[in-house]
Protein backbone atom coordinates (compact mmCIF):
# COMPACT_ATOMS: atom_id res chain seq x y z
CA UNK A 1 0.00 0.00 0.00
CA UNK A 2 0.82 3.56 -0.42
CA UNK A 3 2.69 5.78 2.15
CA UNK A 4 4.06 8.98 2.55
CA UNK A 5 6.68 10.10 5.57
CA UNK A 6 7.24 12.85 6.64
CA UNK A 7 10.47 12.12 9.46
CA UNK A 8 10.40 15.37 11.36
CA UNK A 9 7.40 16.17 13.37
CA UNK A 10 8.74 19.51 14.95
CA UNK A 11 11.28 21.80 13.25
CA UNK A 12 12.42 25.21 14.46
CA UNK A 13 14.85 27.55 12.40
CA UNK A 14 15.70 31.26 12.44
CA UNK A 15 14.01 33.67 9.95
CA UNK A 16 16.30 33.74 7.33
CA UNK A 17 17.55 30.51 7.70
CA UNK A 18 17.34 27.72 4.97
CA UNK A 19 15.15 25.22 5.05
CA UNK A 20 14.55 21.78 3.98
CA UNK A 21 11.45 19.50 4.93
CA UNK A 22 11.74 16.06 4.39
CA UNK A 23 9.44 13.66 2.45
CA UNK A 24 9.17 9.81 1.49
CA UNK A 25 7.18 7.75 -0.28
CA UNK A 26 6.08 4.20 -0.46
CA UNK A 27 4.45 3.85 -3.94
CA UNK A 28 4.33 1.32 -6.80
CA UNK A 29 4.30 3.51 -9.86
CA UNK A 30 5.75 7.25 -9.93
CA UNK A 31 3.37 9.33 -8.21
CA UNK A 32 1.75 12.65 -8.40
CA UNK A 33 3.88 14.42 -5.28
CA UNK A 34 2.74 17.36 -3.63
CA UNK A 35 3.40 19.44 -0.76
CA UNK A 36 0.59 21.91 0.82
CA UNK A 37 0.80 24.40 4.05
CA UNK A 38 -1.46 24.52 6.72
CA UNK A 39 -2.23 27.85 9.15
CA UNK A 40 -4.19 27.11 12.39
CA UNK A 41 -7.51 26.16 11.41
CA UNK A 42 -7.48 26.59 7.84
CA UNK A 43 -7.58 25.03 5.04
CA UNK A 44 -4.73 23.50 2.68
CA UNK A 45 -2.84 25.66 0.49
CA UNK A 46 -0.57 24.23 -2.74
CA UNK A 47 3.15 25.06 -2.68
CA UNK A 48 4.22 23.16 -5.67
CA UNK A 49 3.27 19.66 -7.48
CA UNK A 50 5.21 17.10 -9.67
CA UNK A 51 4.00 14.84 -11.99
CA UNK A 52 6.82 14.39 -14.87
CA UNK A 53 9.40 16.22 -16.23
CA UNK A 54 11.67 18.23 -14.37
CA UNK A 55 12.75 17.28 -11.39
CA UNK A 56 13.30 20.20 -9.54
CA UNK A 57 9.93 21.89 -9.08
CA UNK A 58 9.60 25.25 -8.36
CA UNK A 59 6.56 26.68 -6.15
CA UNK A 60 5.14 29.75 -4.85
CA UNK A 61 6.57 31.61 -1.85
CA UNK A 62 9.95 31.22 -2.83
CA UNK A 63 9.70 27.32 -2.54
CA UNK A 64 10.84 24.66 -4.37
CA UNK A 65 11.13 20.61 -4.10
CA UNK A 66 13.79 18.07 -5.94
CA UNK A 67 12.18 14.50 -6.87
CA UNK A 68 14.75 12.09 -6.55
CA UNK A 69 13.66 8.39 -7.31
CA UNK A 70 16.20 6.26 -6.24
CA UNK A 71 15.60 7.82 -2.72
CA UNK A 72 11.89 7.73 -3.09
CA UNK A 73 12.17 11.48 -1.97
CA UNK A 74 10.31 14.86 -2.68
CA UNK A 75 11.68 16.96 0.37
CA UNK A 76 11.10 20.46 0.12
CA UNK A 77 13.53 23.57 0.20
CA UNK A 78 13.07 27.33 1.09
CA UNK A 79 16.46 29.41 0.69
CA UNK A 80 15.23 31.81 2.90
CA UNK A 81 12.97 31.74 5.61
CA UNK A 82 10.30 34.75 6.21
CA UNK A 83 7.85 34.33 9.77
CA UNK A 84 5.22 33.91 7.72
CA UNK A 85 6.41 31.08 6.64
CA UNK A 86 5.61 29.42 10.26
CA UNK A 87 2.71 26.96 9.74
CA UNK A 88 2.05 23.00 9.18
CA UNK A 89 3.31 21.46 6.05
CA UNK A 90 1.93 17.97 4.44
CA UNK A 91 3.42 16.32 1.41
CA UNK A 92 0.75 13.96 -0.26
CA UNK A 93 1.01 11.45 -2.56
CA UNK A 94 -1.67 11.36 -5.74
CA UNK A 95 -3.48 8.19 -6.41
CA UNK A 96 -5.24 7.09 -9.17
CA UNK A 97 -5.79 7.98 -12.97
CA UNK A 98 -6.32 11.65 -12.11
CA UNK A 99 -3.65 11.78 -9.12
CA UNK A 100 -6.00 13.75 -6.82
CA UNK A 101 -6.99 11.06 -4.46
CA UNK A 102 -4.10 12.05 -2.02
CA UNK A 103 -2.40 10.25 0.81
CA UNK A 104 -0.83 12.66 3.40
CA UNK A 105 2.33 12.43 5.62
CA UNK A 106 1.80 13.34 9.14
CA UNK A 107 2.98 16.55 9.07
CA UNK A 108 5.80 19.09 10.10
CA UNK A 109 5.23 21.78 12.09
CA UNK A 110 7.45 24.70 11.07
CA UNK A 111 7.96 27.34 13.89
CA UNK A 112 10.50 30.18 13.17
CA UNK A 113 12.23 32.15 15.56
CA UNK A 114 12.60 35.85 15.50
CA UNK B 1 -6.52 28.78 -9.16
CA UNK B 2 -10.06 27.84 -9.27
CA UNK B 3 -12.38 28.28 -6.02
CA UNK B 4 -13.81 25.83 -3.54
CA UNK B 5 -16.17 26.44 -0.69
CA UNK B 6 -17.19 24.75 2.22
CA UNK B 7 -19.92 25.90 4.59
CA UNK B 8 -19.96 26.40 7.66
CA UNK B 9 -16.34 26.86 8.43
CA UNK B 10 -17.51 26.16 12.31
CA UNK B 11 -20.60 24.43 13.56
CA UNK B 12 -21.72 23.09 17.23
CA UNK B 13 -23.97 20.59 17.86
CA UNK B 14 -25.76 18.08 20.51
CA UNK B 15 -24.93 14.97 20.90
CA UNK B 16 -27.41 12.36 19.12
CA UNK B 17 -28.20 14.85 16.34
CA UNK B 18 -27.09 15.09 12.53
CA UNK B 19 -25.33 18.25 10.74
CA UNK B 20 -24.59 18.71 7.32
CA UNK B 21 -21.59 20.34 5.90
CA UNK B 22 -21.47 21.47 2.38
CA UNK B 23 -18.57 21.86 -0.30
CA UNK B 24 -19.31 23.99 -3.66
CA UNK B 25 -17.49 24.58 -6.20
CA UNK B 26 -17.72 28.26 -7.13
CA UNK B 27 -16.27 28.45 -10.62
CA UNK B 28 -15.62 25.32 -12.22
CA UNK B 29 -17.68 21.55 -12.53
CA UNK B 30 -16.24 19.05 -10.00
CA UNK B 31 -16.98 15.73 -11.31
CA UNK B 32 -15.38 14.20 -8.30
CA UNK B 33 -15.37 15.56 -4.88
CA UNK B 34 -12.77 14.10 -1.33
CA UNK B 35 -13.96 14.08 1.77
CA UNK B 36 -10.99 14.15 4.49
CA UNK B 37 -10.71 14.17 8.00
CA UNK B 38 -8.31 16.15 10.56
CA UNK B 39 -7.94 15.20 14.06
CA UNK B 40 -5.82 17.82 15.78
CA UNK B 41 -2.73 17.88 15.52
CA UNK B 42 -2.78 15.01 13.34
CA UNK B 43 -3.15 14.65 9.30
CA UNK B 44 -5.42 14.28 7.09
CA UNK B 45 -7.20 11.23 6.47
CA UNK B 46 -9.25 10.59 3.34
CA UNK B 47 -13.19 9.56 4.18
CA UNK B 48 -14.78 8.71 1.05
CA UNK B 49 -14.41 9.63 -2.98
CA UNK B 50 -17.26 11.18 -4.09
CA UNK B 51 -18.52 11.33 -8.18
CA UNK B 52 -21.32 13.08 -9.69
CA UNK B 53 -24.60 10.97 -10.12
CA UNK B 54 -23.12 8.01 -8.51
CA UNK B 55 -22.34 6.78 -5.02
CA UNK B 56 -19.21 7.54 -2.60
CA UNK B 57 -16.89 5.33 -1.80
CA UNK B 58 -15.64 4.94 1.20
CA UNK B 59 -12.40 4.05 2.80
CA UNK B 60 -11.77 1.15 5.23
CA UNK B 61 -12.97 1.99 8.09
CA UNK B 62 -15.44 4.68 7.41
CA UNK B 63 -19.20 4.13 8.33
CA UNK B 64 -21.51 4.95 5.36
CA UNK B 65 -23.94 4.84 7.58
CA UNK B 66 -22.86 7.49 10.11
CA UNK B 67 -21.23 9.95 7.50
CA UNK B 68 -23.76 10.31 4.45
CA UNK B 69 -22.23 11.44 1.21
CA UNK B 70 -24.38 13.24 -1.26
CA UNK B 71 -23.19 14.09 -4.75
CA UNK B 72 -26.10 15.63 -6.54
CA UNK B 73 -24.95 18.03 -8.87
CA UNK B 74 -21.26 19.01 -10.46
CA UNK B 75 -20.83 22.19 -7.87
CA UNK B 76 -22.30 20.75 -4.92
CA UNK B 77 -21.38 17.62 -2.71
CA UNK B 78 -22.56 17.50 1.40
CA UNK B 79 -21.19 15.50 4.35
CA UNK B 80 -23.96 14.46 6.63
CA UNK B 81 -22.69 13.24 10.11
CA UNK B 82 -25.48 11.34 11.30
CA UNK B 83 -26.18 10.93 15.21
CA UNK B 84 -23.03 12.57 16.29
CA UNK B 85 -21.02 12.24 18.84
CA UNK B 86 -18.17 13.74 20.85
CA UNK B 87 -15.55 11.37 19.34
CA UNK B 88 -17.17 12.67 15.65
CA UNK B 89 -15.48 16.05 16.39
CA UNK B 90 -12.74 16.64 14.09
CA UNK B 91 -12.03 18.94 11.18
CA UNK B 92 -13.16 18.29 8.18
CA UNK B 93 -12.13 19.16 4.48
CA UNK B 94 -13.08 18.84 1.16
CA UNK B 95 -11.62 18.85 -2.07
CA UNK B 96 -13.12 18.88 -5.73
CA UNK B 97 -11.21 18.50 -8.76
CA UNK B 98 -12.64 17.37 -12.62
CA UNK B 99 -10.82 16.46 -15.29
CA UNK B 100 -9.51 20.12 -17.02
CA UNK B 101 -7.35 21.10 -14.02
CA UNK B 102 -4.70 19.53 -14.35
CA UNK B 103 -5.04 16.86 -12.00
CA UNK B 104 -5.14 19.08 -8.70
CA UNK B 105 -7.36 19.11 -6.00
CA UNK B 106 -8.33 22.26 -4.65
CA UNK B 107 -9.04 22.36 -0.98
CA UNK B 108 -12.22 24.15 0.81
CA UNK B 109 -11.50 26.02 3.86
CA UNK B 110 -12.38 23.35 6.58
CA UNK B 111 -15.33 22.83 8.77
CA UNK B 112 -14.90 22.43 12.72
CA UNK B 113 -17.44 20.00 14.05
CA UNK B 114 -17.89 20.39 18.13
CA UNK B 115 -20.34 17.29 18.88
CA UNK B 116 -21.07 18.50 22.64
Known amino acids: AQSVTQPDIHITVSEGASLELRCNYS??????LFWYVQSPGQGLQLLLKYFSGDTLVQGIKGFEAEFKRSQSSFNLRKPSVHWSDAAEYFC????????????FGEGTQLTVNP | GAVVSQHPSRVICKSGTSVKIECRSLDFQATTMFWYRQFPKQSLMLMAT?????????EQGVEKDKFLINHASLTLSTLTVTSAHPEDSSFYIC????????????FGQGTRLTVV
Open chain 2, 95 to 106: SATSPGLNTEAF
Open chain 1, 92 to 103: AVGLGTSGSRLT
Open chain 1, 27 to 32: YGATPY
Open chain 2, 50 to 58: SNEGSKATY
